[in-house]
């Protein structure tokens, strides 16, 4: 089975920085793309930052300048260096992953979410 396992969420300062990390396990052929969602109480999920295998990028208007998505590919792994982090980016962060596996199959994948808290 393909899955993905999210790390590196917790309690932080205005200000602070976290980095958050996602890698997929399994049977993974390749990985075109990889990203970071997150959902705040009362919010709808939204896309933080997103990542191609050949490096472009995008990232959401509140977090540019600010957030850093960047990829492993040997390690089939994506990372999010949150920096200036501000209350309202206080939110459960998910990470998304189109992923072929070595058969072929195409799926889109998610991860467990991690909880990033900012406050003082």
């Known amino acids: 089975q393909v899955y993905l396992v999210e790390s590196g969420g917790g309690l932080v300062q205005p200000g602070g920085s976290l980095r958050l990390s996602c890698a997929g396990s399994?049977?993974?052929?390749?990985?075109?793309?990889m990203g970071w969602y997150r959902q705040a109480p009362g919010k709808q999920r939204e896309l933080v930052a997103h990542i191609t295998s050949g490096g472009t990028t995008n990232y959401a208007d509140s977090v540019k300048g600010r957030f850093t998505i960047s990829r492993d590919n040997a390690k089939n792994t994506v990372y999010l260096q949150m920096n200036s982090l501000k209350p309202e980016d206080t939110a459960v962060y998910y990470c998304?992953?189109?992923?072929?596996?070595?058969?072929?199959?195409?799926?889109?994948?998610w991860g467990q979410g991690t909880q990033v808290t900012v406050s003082s």
């Open positions: 399994g049977s993974i052929f390749s990985i075109p793309s």
């Open positions: 998304n992953a189109e992923i072929i596996a070595v058969d072929r199959r195409f799926r889109t994948y």
